[in-house]
């Protein structure tokens, strides 16, 4: 598993959350991503089980191609 781009990281989020807007942006490098997801399935979720919704979506990339995820998540209205 190599590299992953912002886009990669969108589109295995909405994969997994397909009602989810996903934002997502690169700084400090190439494996640092700065991450907001909006979903109506977040709600009654605390944050602690939205962030594993989300980490759970990403895999194996948590795990190698990023460094780093500063991660918003929120109810989407």
């Not at 980490?55 to 989407?76: D, F, P, R």
């Amino acid at each position: 598993m190599g590299k992953i781009n912002a886009d990669e990281i969108r589109r295995l989020v909405l994969k997994h959350i397909p009602d989810a807007e996903v934002n997502v942006r690169t700084f400090a490098g190439d494996d640092h991503f700065e991450m907001h997801v909006a979903s109506r399935s977040f709600a009654g979720l605390s944050r602690v089980a939205q962030h594993q919704m989300v980490y759970a979506a990403l895999g194996e990339h948590m795990k190698e191609a990023i460094h780093a995820l500063a991660l918003k998540t929120m109810v989407k209205e």
